[in-house]
């Protein structure tokens, strides 16, 4: 998601459709389906996270 910020800047909306869109075609490793959760969601919840923990 780093990398996605770089290349996208801080729009939140086009770096978490990039990463869903990566996730689905099988670029990143696919962390959703542990919970059901879809692409999307994770995606979203891995931008609050890296938000609250400083990682970008």
């Not at 459709?17 to 990566?22: L, T």
């Not at 099988?26 to 938000?51: C, H, Q, R």
């Amino acid at each position: 998601m780093r990398m996605l910020i770089k290349d996208l800047g801080r729009n939140r909306g086009a770096v978490c459709a990039s990463y869903a869109r990566a996730e689905r075609d099988g670029i990143v490793p696919s962390k959703s389906n542990k919970n059901d959760t879809i692409p999307e969601d994770y995606a979203i919840a891995l931008w609050k996270d890296g938000e609250r923990k400083g990682w970008f």
